[in-house]
């Protein structure tokens, strides 16, 4: 078979990551194998992001850099979120796309590729006008191969697609579509097979990972906590962990789980968005301050070592600074080992852009400042407990200098360390020697 350069780029959230794995799977049958730039590949797949501005912004500067490599042979696709929520502007903006497809749809990759050939054939357009942004009935995850052929020590899984929440600010429900959960058998033969290829840690991904509600092999219906518990059966299997939940979801089983289940990691990504019930409410989150807050503290009783990680929008329309002096007291009252925060950004097609009172950007860009300061605090500090320490770490990624390679610590902390290619993918102690307010540094002492 005709050998095929493949060039993927990923956007955004792990469950990009995942989609662009599966992709190159369905596509390796057909003669594609990844290469690392986009100069001479055959297909280039642009996995895009629509959740804020800034991200959309990057994939049309992206197709511009791409422009000039493009010849007739070249089939250029933007994938992913950006995709489903603009496919005829995309096609509008960038004419010589040639196929734009939404997440649902990757298991048709291989029919639209056809598609795209065929109409090149015919006309020699700048762009071949494939678009396919369906909700299709039949789920993606029935139809991808799942030969995993890029698996290291640690995977992701996706159990879980959509978003039922509708907060204000979100693109995802629209984007993703509704939530659907896959059977924790399938879940079960996926992390069998990333096991018996080299990984030790899976992460559980999907947009709203502990809403998940799968059939049980018996034909119950199982929450999060129960999949986990029976993943844990799997033999290698070392280390589990999920992501994104949100707070309305953490249910009794699933906080249990981090009590019970030994390979569940004591991190938990738990994003609050704000500490104003007031821009709670406005933001449709469905819970108020005292639920998060209650919900920490009983995870903190089950695993007291729990590290947690949080996303916040500052600026949502209406925000006070009376509002915006609440976010900042419940991050004093949690204390964050790591984070993610955000000016608000209006997306088209959400309540939220269409609301009255928008803060203006400086404010935002003020508001964030003073936030960002108190998170870098609480995440050095968090970091700095670690020194002196003796660590188990996975060495699950290449440093960019010779001889380093990057390991998680059960914390969801990242080290560097010095050390042989042998190592790569396996669990070592390290002493922890530095800390920054990112990372960590450390010698392997077993
Ligand atoms: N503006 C800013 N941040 C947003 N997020 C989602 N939508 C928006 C938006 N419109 C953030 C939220 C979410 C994370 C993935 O991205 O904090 O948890
Ligand atoms: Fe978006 Fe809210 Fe759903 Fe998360 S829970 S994906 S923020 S709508």
Redesign the pocket.
Known sequence: MLQKRLYIKTYG?QANVYDSGRMADILKPLGYELTETPEHADLVILNTCH??EKAEEKVYSDLGRIRPYKDDKMILAVAGCMGQAEGAEIMRRAPYVDIVLGPQTYHRLPEMIARAHRSQDKEKGPGRGVLDVEFPVESKFDHLPENHTHVGPSAFLAIQEGCDKFCT???VPYTRGAEYSRPARAIMEEATRLCERGAKEITLVGQNVNAYHGESPAGQEWGLGKLMEYLASLKGLERLRYM?SHPRDMDEELMEAHRDVPQVMPFLHL?V?SGSDRILEAMNRKHTAKHYLDCIEKLRTYRPDIALSS???VGFPGETEEDFKKTLSLVQEVGYSQS?S??????PG?P?ALMDDQVPDDIKAERLGRLQDLLNTQHLSFHEKSVGKTVPVLLDRQGKQDGQILGKTPHFQSVYVETTPELFGTCVDVIIEKASANSLTGTIVS
């Open positions: 959230c959740i804020r600010f979100c693109v994104t994003p968005q996303d916040f929008i993610y955000f000016k608000y950004s209006p997306r959400t939220g």
